[in-house]
């Protein structure tokens, strides 16, 4: 055994050049600069911060009342009465269309009637660039005339951009399920009566940041809106900086940030361009102030500069309350109080100087152990696992801490295959999420089962089963991770997956169908590769479906189990089950096919209710990606001609249709399941009330 290095406690080396460096250093300067820097700052800051505070209480109660004073006035006009109707349409347009040429600050006006009528004016300036496009917004002073009419599959939108001397475009028809009715602004102000606000967010077709307000018609029967953008707000924060390199916020009541001064450039002579952990630090500073309700001045560091941070809560304005609050640099506080710091500085740069030989001495003996570990525990963070050689050190502390980020690695990287990765990221950025409890989202669910699983285990050696089932999951399982699922658990034969947790995937729903195909594809290949050896292949069904569930942390304090709650994973397996009725290997929920219906070939299978259930469902079966699966044109307008026969009580011509389907597409299990129901219904008659609804008696 090699004999054991020399360690030096790393404490003692670091009290030591404190002991050296901090107190000559300390005194020197504190006994200096602390009086008159603190008096100067304070005084400089607390005025700036007044007249900031002033003037954005003006712009918030002023600006935001003459808006609502526009909206009485409109709500009493006889032209945006309700009992007027459509004839009135035009007058009302031109009256929105004048109200956003003498309000700048407003991105759009509209009203919306009890019948869901809904009339809208908005500028194109502030639209994104797609929406602009669909528009052909060659002309900024154009404006965005909308009109929303009609109930049901007949709601349409017509829309077309409208010149300033009032020359209409080329108008756009397109269905919509928008309902004024059901909107913030409508609610609100239809429930109060009176003029209301909405809190402040980004609009949804807009980069800009704003308000939507609400004011009743005289008399009833609708509201008219604004959407009232606060990007003046910001020019006017911008303006008022307290020092060149200030940072003015103004958030809403609920302690968000809505709007905030621009940094500078790094071509301006004695600019910070390095704020983001300061505009951070005032953020939550922010959220303080609005929990307590009270105003906080404090001085903060933030990296290696100071900031003295204030906040202060506004008067509330229309139902509304804002915050307003400034992170000024202390050092461009303390300008005026520079040629004192520069003489305390003389008198401290023996103590500095000392300060700065002991920090190179300990960074000697401590940065290369130091940026060795950082960088290991990175890649482990990482879960990089592939550096085993641990850190070697002359300090007792580092030799320590070496060893036991090797037994972490050790720890992590087991833990890895049990977990998933993602699950593993995110403990590991937030060990706090570890807790029993989850959060509601919208998720998409994958269940598959093994066909006649229960007789091939009989008829198998159980050593053989398990190697071939591990073999069998990891082809599945590749599918699934490589589409940004997360195996939920295996449940014998069977594997549960989803997708939007733990990362959030804006596309869960087409990357959940890709992964389907993907692996319903693979074990069909896997399967066929078994039967070539004369072995019995696994025939795999796959249910999907999308919808709330709580996503989250499951079980005791002691073990917990990552995994979702709600009747999504029910609905799911319901949907793998019912491939044995239809004969197919993939069926997916409505919610599913309507979400990729631009991306995926889906095949109407049927219209069923499920057992022990009265809820209506619609089930379909992918045929492909749209842009690589073949041509199925023909057989879906045979099957859809087929379905629609039988919907309607035509159960010869459907029979003829499905029979079409099945000539192209032999041995197809839906073809086979609806000719069948269809010669029956010849012989004995549909049900009472048929309506092509079919209600399953069995899961």
């Known amino acids: 055994m090699k004999p054991s290095r020399l360690s030096i406690p790393f404490s003692a080396t670091i009290l030591l050049l404190m002991a050296l460096v901090l107190a000559p250093l300390s005194s020197a300067l504190l006994w200096l600069g602390w009086r008159s820097v603190d008096a100067l700052e304070q005084r400089s800051a607390d005025a700036r911060v007044a007249e900031l505070e002033k003037a954005v209480e003006q712009f918030l109660t002023d600006g935001l009342k003459v808006v609502i004073y526009v909206g009485l006035t409109l709500a009493d006009s006889p032209s945006f009465a309700a009992k007027e109707g459509p004839d009135a349409d035009d007058e009302r347009r031109r009256q929105l269309a004048a109200l956003l040429g003498r309000h700048t600050s407003v991105a759009a006006a509209f009203v919306g009637y009890d019948d869901g009528r809904f009339i809208y004016a908005g500028r194109p300036d502030s639209f994104s660039p797609t929406e602009r496009t669909d528009f052909d917004l060659a002309d900024r002073e154009a404006i965005i005339m909308r009109v929303v009419d009609g109930e049901g599959p007949s709601r349409r939108e017509i829309s077309w951009p409208q010149a300033p001397d009032g020359i209409r475009g080329q108008e756009n028809t397109r269905p919509t399920n928008y309902d004024p009715r059901t909107r913030p602004w409508y609610v609100g102000a239809a429930k109060a009566r009176g003029a209301v606000l909405t809190t402040p967010y980004h609009f949804a077709w807009s980069k800009h940041a704003g308000i939507s307000a609400g004011v009743p018609l005289v008399g009833g029967g609708g509201v008219i809106g604004f959407d009232y953008t606060l990007e003046t707000l910001s020019q006017l924060l911008t303006a008022y900086r307290i020092t060149p390199n200030a940072i003015i916020m103004v958030g809403h009541g609920a302690g968000e940030v809505e709007v905030e001064s621009e940094g500078c450039t790094r071509t301006t002579p004695d600019c910070l361009a390095d704020d983001g952990a300061a505009r951070v630090a005032l953020k939550n500073v922010i959220r303080e102030a609005v929990r307590e309700d009270r105003r906080i001045d404090r001085r903060i560091l933030v990296g290696d500069r100071f900031y003295r941070l204030i906040v202060q809560r506004l008067p509330e304005a229309l139902g509304q309350r804002f915050v307003v609050a400034s992170a000024v640099p202390v050092?461009?506080?303390?300008?005026?109080?520079?040629?004192?710091?520069?003489?305390?500085?003389?008198?401290?740069?023996?103590?500095?100087?000392?300060?700065?030989?002991?920090?190179?001495?300990?960074?000697?003996?401590?940065?290369?152990?130091?940026?060795?570990?950082?960088?290991?525990?990175?890649?482990?963070?990482?879960?990089?696992?592939?550096?085993?050689?641990?850190?070697?050190?002359?300090?007792?502390?580092?030799?320590?801490?070496?060893?036991?980020?090797?037994?972490?690695?050790?720890?992590?990287?087991?833990?890895?295959?049990?977990?998933?990765?993602?699950?593993?990221?995110?403990?590991?950025?937030?060990?706090?999420?570890?807790?029993?409890?989850?959060?509601?989202?919208?998720?998409?669910?994958?269940?598959?089962?093994?066909?006649?699983?229960?007789?091939?285990?009989?008829?198998?050696?159980?050593?053989?089963?398990?190697?071939?089932?591990?073999?069998?999951?990891?082809?599945?399982?590749t599918a699934i991770s490589a589409n940004r699922g997360m195996i939920d658990k295996y449940i014998g034969d069977s594997i549960m997956a989803f997708w939007n947790a733990p990362e959030p995937d804006d596309d869960h729903v087409a990357n959940a169908c890709r992964a389907a195909l993907q692996a319903a594809a693979a074990g069909r290949q896997l399967a066929e590769k078994w039967r070539q050896r004369g072995r019995p292949g696994f025939v795999t069904r796959f249910g999907l479906h999308t919808g709330l569930a709580v996503v989250g942390n499951v079980g005791a304090r002691e073990r917990i189990n990552y995994t979702l709650v709600g009747a999504v994973a029910n609905q799911a397996s319901r949907l793998e089950g019912m491939n044995k009725v239809y004969g197919t290997e993939l069926l997916a929920s409505g919610e599913v096919a309507g979400a990729t219906s631009d991306r995926f070939v889906w095949r109407h299978i049927d219209r069923i209710v499920a057992v022990g259930t009265t809820e209506v469902h619609e089930i379909y079966e992918p045929l492909g990606e749209i842009d690589t699966a073949p041509d199925h044109a023909e057989l879906l307008a045979h099957w859809s001609a087929g379905r629609a026969a039988y919907a309607e009580g035509r159960f010869e011509a459907a029979i003829g249709c499905f029979a079409a389907v099945a000539t192209i597409r032999p041995g197809d299990g839906p073809s086979r399941v609806f000719i069948a129901r269809c010669t029956r219904f010849l012989g004995d008659g549909p049900p009472e009330g048929w309506d092509g609804t079919w209600r399953l008696d069995s899961k």
């Open 331 to 477: 050092v461009e506080l303390a300008a005026q109080s520079r040629t004192l710091l520069e003489r305390a500085a003389v008198a401290a740069a023996i103590a500095v100087g000392f300060a700065v030989l002991g920090a190179l001495l300990a960074s000697l003996l401590v940065s290369r152990s130091i940026g060795r570990i950082t960088a290991k525990t990175e890649r482990i963070r990482n879960l990089d696992f592939a550096d085993r050689v641990p850190v070697q050190s002359r300090i007792s502390e580092i030799v320590r801490l070496s060893a036991a980020i090797e037994r972490m690695r050790e720890g992590l990287e087991v833990f890895g295959r049990y977990v998933s990765r993602d699950l593993v990221h995110q403990i590991m950025r937030s060990p706090e999420s570890t807790g029993v409890g989850g959060t509601r989202r919208e998720v998409t669910v994958l269940f598959t089962d093994i066909e006649g699983f229960s007789l091939l285990s009989e008829t198998m050696e159980p050593e053989l089963l398990t190697s071939r089932l591990s073999r069998y999951f990891e082809v599945l399982g």
